[in-house]
């Protein structure tokens, strides 16, 4: 603990398991919703953080019935292909077990408002029928996108999402 590092922050112990994002999380708080919450980190090859995922399990542990993802600007998963689906999606399927070949059939853009702001949500459109996607830009360029699976994802659901702290998904 006592060693210099040429760094003026203290070094994370493994490059592959960042301490936590430097960007507010946008995500429903998991004190006011049922069921279980996974996290996920996705690293850069420095340790930093690349994005945060949240899993919410309210089937009982048979599966996650939604996974919120914000990706800031410059994060390899935003980096998709054609028709490829988002991040979130593929994580949302992989976690139920589902290995249909999914890709993006559309998109449209809505207005939504949250609070006293105008979002132009995304609505991605996918060829697995049963997974419902939004997706929003927030001003901090942040990427927010909202997998649901077997659900609709209704205008209500953008009153339910707040800042979640960095200091939540730091290691200590």
């Given amino acids: ?9 203290p070094r994370r112990r493994s490059a592959a398991t960042p301490a936590g994002p430097d960007f507010d999380v946008l995500a429903m708080d998991p004190e ?22 949240l899993r919410y399990d309210l089937f009982g542990g048979r599966g996650p019935a939604m996974v919120i993802g914000n990706l800031p ?21 992989l976690a139920l077990g589902n290995d249909e070949e999914t890709e993006v059939v ?29 997706q929003f830009d927030r001003s901090d360029n942040v990427l927010v996108t909202v997998a649901a699976w077997d659900r609709p994802i209704t ?18």
């Fill in 73 to 93: 600007e410059g994060s390899p998963a935003r980096d998709l292909a054609d028709k490829q689906p988002p991040f979130e999606v593929s994580q949302l399927l």
């Fill in 106 to 134: 559309g998109t449209e853009d809505v207005p939504v408002m949250q609070g006293d702001n105008l979002l132009i949500v995304r609505r991605v459109k996918l060829s697995e029928s049963r997974v419902s996607c939004v």
């Fill in 1 to 9: 603990m006592g060693a210099t590092t040429q760094q003026p922050r």
């Fill in 32 to 53: 006011d919703w049922p069921g279980n919450l996974g996290a996920g980190l996705l690293p850069a090859p420095d340790g930093s953080c690349q994005g945060v995922f």
């Fill in 155 to 172: 205008d209500d659901l953008y009153a339910l999402l707040k800042p979640l702290p960095a200091e939540l998904f730091q290691q200590g």
